[in-house]
């Protein structure tokens, strides 16, 4: 996205008329009103990445048009990221562009902020770094007073940290997130926090059990668990896991166990078709727990067959999605099975055709 799309004094109408497109996708199915929840019109995201232009004394930040990777795009401002990020665009370009070790073959660069105000910033080169970039990159991390990171091929120097710290309030209780780099996280935090709050909402206490699949470091996994006897939450990104584990402890969140394995393994064994080793670390067997509730925030492919099926198999499922077409792909199987009983459209990517989802789902009398 560049600047000319940037509208918010169009947010409102722009956001309506893309609720309305979606909202047309669930017309076969019985859905009662959608809630909405529409995104702050500028400041809203927490991450964002910029090639780095070099033509002569000049290094801009540039994107490129779909299908135009010769067209950069200089980007003199980006208002729809969060301040953080947007206050230091300015003055690391100036640093970078005055500095010959600094922006040598210097490639890319990411920001990764939280509303808790952490920056970390991410260059990425085309060369190997050596203890003359480390020095330079110590004193630049200094001035912005955020922590960097380095990359090269096979290479990953760190100056401080390489994650931020995130404190999210949720209906009266603080919840403390360690956010590595490259780990997901979701971009918009006001959203972010909305769709935290509607699946509490719709998630009253209860003395079973809720297993999660795709739950990377814990978003919705931390304020839930409260909500359920005892919580199973798996991921298959290994810094992510590492990640929620670090958050779990750090939350005090005692019936929360977590194991490395990906939707379809989990289906499989939950369906008894083999074992995994990465299950044995349970503190209690797979088979102890009372599963009624499925938590899933699939990537954008959706659910597999096999994910289906075991969806299928609880009397309610909380179903959080960054893609309509293939919520509503999933959605004609799961229908079969159950009914919707709560829907949310939520505003992760303004002004885009982009549109977050939250389905609640559960199952028919048979």
Same mark, same amino acid.
């Given at each position: ?20 497109? +979606? ?20 400041? $809203? ?36 990221? !969060? ?25 890319? +660069? ?13 260059? +990425? ?15 630049? =991390? ?32 603080? $919840? ?24 509490? =909402? ?11 699949? $795709? ?15 005892? +919580?199973? !939450? ?5 810094? =992510? ?73 609880? !009397? ?34 303004? $002004? ?15």
């Amino acid at each position: 996205m560049h600047n000319n799309a940037v509208q918010p004094d169009q947010y409102q109408r722009l956001f309506e008329e893309k609720v309305d497109r +979606v909202l047309r996708l669930f017309a076969p199915f019985a859905t009662p009103d959608p809630k909405l929840y529409a995104s702050p019109p500028l400041g $809203y995201r927490l991450r964002a990445e910029f090639r780095m232009w070099h033509d002569g004394d000049a290094l801009d930040y540039v994107m490129f048009p779909p299908g135009k990777p010769k067209e950069p795009i200089v980007i003199s401002d980006f208002p729809i990221a !969060a301040s953080r990020i947007t206050d230091c665009m300015p003055v690391l370009q100036q640093s970078l562009q005055r500095s010959p070790t600094l922006r040598q073959r210097l490639f890319q +660069v990411e920001f990764l902020s939280s509303c808790s105000g952490n920056l970390l910033i991410t260059l +990425v080169y085309h060369r190997p770094l050596d203890a003359k970039w480390e020095s330079a990159a110590t004193a630049l =991390a200094e001035q912005l007073n955020c922590d960097l990171i380095g990359r090269s091929r096979k290479q990953k120097l760190i100056i401080g940290k390489d994650w931020v710290d995130e404190s999210l309030h949720i209906q009266g209780s603080t $919840y403390e997130y360690r956010q590595p780099e490259q780990c997901f996280t979701q971009p918009n935090g006001r959203i972010n926090q909305h769709m935290i709050e509607w699946l509490l =909402a719709h998630t009253p206490p209860c003395h079973t059990d809720l297993l999660e699949l $795709y739950c990377g470091v814990g978003n919705f996994t931390l304020p839930l668990a409260h909500r359920f006897r005892r +919580v199973l !939450a798996t991921e298959l990104s290994k810094p =992510a896991t590492a990640a929620a584990t670090h958050n779990a402890t750090a939350n005090h969140i005692g019936n929360l166990e977590l194991a490395r394995l990906s939707a379809a393994e989990m289906s499989q064994a939950m369906a008894g078709d083999r074992p995994f080793r990465r299950l044995s670390a349970l503190k209690e067997p797979l088979s102890s727990f009372e599963f009624e509730t499925l938590l899933v925030d699939p990537p954008r492919a959706g659910l597999d067959s096999d994910t289906l099926g075991l969806a299928k198999g609880f !009397a309610r499922i909380l179903y959080i999605s960054c893609n309509p077409t293939s919520l509503i792909e999933n959605l004609a199987e799961l229908n079969k099975t159950h009914g919707i009983e709560a829907l949310a459209f939520f505003d992760q990517f303004p $002004y885009t055709d982009h549109l977050e989802s939250g389905v609640i789902l559960k199952r028919r009398p048979i």
